[in-house]
């Protein structure tokens, strides 16, 4: 064996370090997402709120744009950041597949084995659940703001604010 060589171990302690930071940059963006909707669905409940004391004035259309620019900022910041965990993700996998593939021809055990059998057992156990997809709650979120700030401005414009 050449003495430079690692051994299949280290190699594996070395993926394992990959596949910790694609999981902690997968879980940033995921927080990245949390916090910026968390934000724009404060700002708009707050112009929201100010429609109480505009008395149907025109600044009700300034606080419809507002309210729906802020949903479309909503809709690309989750777009983005779900693209970002998503590649993030698909790199820890490819890690993890390697550690399999080392784990596996070294020690008798696959790391991919354990994790897809885990994986079926929770599939079947959720049921219908499991085809819904986090993201488009995220999304729905940020398109009900603009549908507020269109309702907003279509009140507006009937005079019913």
Not at 19 to 27: F, G, I
Not at 53 to 72: D, E, H
Not at 108 to 119: L, W
């Amino acid at each position: 064996m050449d003495k430079n060589a690692i051994s299949p171990a280290d190699h594996i302690k070395t993926l394992i370090e990959f596949y910790k930071d694609n999981v902690a940059y997968q879980r940033h963006h995921e927080e990245i997402r949390f916090k910026g909707s968390q934000l724009i669905i404060a700002l708009a409940a707050a112009l929201i709120a100010t429609l109480k004391f505009t008395n149907g004035s025109a600044t009700n259309y300034a606080n419809a744009t507002f309210v729906v620019l802020l949903g479309c900022l909503g809709v690309a910041q989750v777009l983005k950041h779900t693209e970002r965990a998503d590649r993030h993700a698909s790199i820890a996998r490819a890690y993890r597949k390697s550690i399999s593939d080392l784990s596996s021809a070294s020690f008798g055990k696959s790391v991919e084995d354990i994790h897809d059998i885990a994986a079926h057992d929770h599939k079947r156990k959720a049921g219908r659940v499991y085809r819904l997809r986090a993201r488009w709650f995220w999304l729905s979120m940020h398109i009900a703001i603009i549908g507020i700030g269109l309702m907003i401005a279509i009140l507006q414009c009937a005079g019913k604010l």
